[in-house]
């Protein structure tokens, strides 16, 4: 089972917190219902960079990248 998929069972309907970061506190379904960013192009094998911070849309590409492999 993909990360996405097994994180999505254990945290649905869970209202506390998945990421708390400088005091912010980030939810699951905030992270999930983000808008995927585009990794068609993205293979198996390849090497990525992501810039971002701890924010709903950077987590979910991260976690998406982790399924890709």
Do not use: C
Request: proline share 6%.
């Amino acid at each position: 089972m993909k990360i996405l998929e097994k994180l999505s069972e254990i945290w649905d309907g869970i209202t506390y917190p998945f990421l708390i970061h400088n005091g912010k506190e980030l939810k699951f379904s905030e992270i999930i219902s983000q808008n995927p960013v585009d990794l068609s192009l993205v293979k198996p094998g390849d090497v990525v960079a992501i810039i971002g911070d701890f924010n709903p849309s950077s987590i979910l590409t991260l976690l998406r990248l982790i399924d890709l492999g």
